[in-house]
């Protein structure tokens, strides 16, 4: 059973917007919550996390471009992203943040950034 279920991804073009979704399964209130990416050929990456509490983190290479948040009472995560560069195409996860308490992974969301 699929323990996170992301949508939302798309084709774009540079510069260009998009809002990703996780559904969970679970109860996500009591967790910090993350976006990882995983590009062609590349390890899997956190592009972003969220704690408990709304406090928000993000890798240098989205910092003010992509906006994480969370709804606990829908169990969702989201992650806005705008400002879109070629180097974001990759597959979209979420998950917990603590690499200890990983979940099984969803299927993921693809998003391609292209003229």
């Known amino acids: 059973q699929a323990q996170f279920v992301e949508s939302g991804g798309g084709l774009v073009q540079p510069g260009g917007s998009l809002k990703l979704s996780c559904a969970a399964s679970g109860a996500i209130r009591w967790y910090t919550m993350a976006w990882y990416r995983q590009a062609p050929g590349k390890q899997r990456e956190m592009v972003a996390h969220?704690?408990?509490?709304?406090?928000?983190n993000y890798a240098d290479s989205v910092k003010g471009r992509f906006t994480i948040s969370r709804d606990n009472a829908m169990n969702m995560v989201y992650l806005q992203m705008d400002n879109l560069k070629p180097e974001d195409t990759a597959v979209y996860y979420c998950?917990?943040?603590?690499?200890?308490?990983?979940?099984?992974w969803g299927q993921g969301t693809q998003v391609t950034v292209s003229s």
């Open positions: 969220i704690m408990s509490g709304g406090g928000t």
């Open positions: 998950n917990r943040y603590n690499q200890l308490t990983l979940l099984a």
